[in-house]
């Protein structure tokens, strides 16, 4: 049993002038213990609340205008025409990447006159999506990575944590494919298959954590969210992989102006309030 709470109230009792849970999981201790502890700070990563507590600011992150760019780049580097997702579990956090690579996809074909195809999300039948159903279970990430490329695949983007480790060691072993990194850059954090990452789809953590620190500093703490957008670095694509012609990088870079100003319109569901 995970001690969330057990761990959030030893920060609580320590008097930290700001406490930064991370991730999903830790939403329900945090809303429980910054409840009970309203002259306490806390800035949650990867979670929002509605309605606002007032003594937590989420920090929440725009990941598929980001995602948008890798789907675009993942189009114009496939040779089966087919590209492929999956997910760890069907929650918003997880979503939001698949949602923004299937539409970056799209674009490319609108664009280019191509027919790349997506597998394992639809984002008009995101029910249908395919998922791991875990977070740590490598095996089942290769698996799944198996049967991607057995069905075209040979770009696949894994939003599932470590379980995209064994589909990356799939790919690798299977060769003539790729995979996409997400959270974090894949080539820098494991440079044994920097050969095979396309890209990684990046929360940049550090814009949003310094944010909530420098309301804290400034006095000026309040319950809401910070929100990491490619405007302000929150996201944005990892190393590019040297394959990569130079006229596809600088295609898919300048999306970036069109995504932020709203002219490539992204998924409603996943807009986050400014």
Do not use: H
Request: aromatic letters at 8%; a negative charge; proline letters at 5%.
């Amino acid at each position: 049993v995970a001690d969330y709470a057990k761990n959030l109230n030893a920060f609580v009792e320590e008097k930290c002038d700001l406490i930064i849970p991370v991730g999903f999981f830790l939403t329900d201790d945090t809303k429980k213990v910054a409840e009970a502890n309203p002259d306490a700070k806390f800035s949650i990563v990867d979670v929002s609340f509605d309605p606002v507590i007032p003594n937590v600011l989420g920090q929440v992150f725009q990941t598929d205008e980001a995602a948008f760019l890798a789907g675009y780049l993942a189009a114009g580097m496939t040779k089966t025409g087919k590209v492929g997702t999956f997910g760890g579990f069907p929650i918003p956090t997880v979503t939001i990447f698949m949602d923004g690579f299937a539409r970056g996809v799209a674009y490319y074909n609108e664009k280019n006159g191509t027919t790349v195809e997506v597998l394992g999300w639809d984002p008009a039948n995101p029910d249908a999506g395919l998922f791991s159903s875990s977070f740590d279970d490598q095996t089942k990430g290769k698996e799944l990575g198996n049967s991607l490329m057995d069905e075209g695949a040979d770009i696949i983007m894994p939003v599932a944590g470590p379980v995209g480790l064994g589909t990356a060691a799939a790919v690798k072993e299977r060769g003539n494919a790729y995979i996409i990194g997400v959270d974090s850059d894949w080539a820098l954090t494991n440079p044994d298959i920097a050969d095979v990452i396309l890209t990684s789809v990046m929360k940049l953590m550090d814009a949003t954590v310094l944010a909530s620190v420098q309301q804290v500093v400034d006095g000026t703490f309040a319950g809401g969210i910070t929100v990491g957008t490619l405007d302000n670095k929150g996201v944005g694509l990892g190393t590019i992989n040297a394959a990569v012609p130079a006229e596809l990088k600088t295609a898919t870079e300048a999306l970036i102006p069109s995504i932020v100003d709203g002219t490539i319109k992204l998924g409603e569901a996943f807009a986050i309030a400014k």
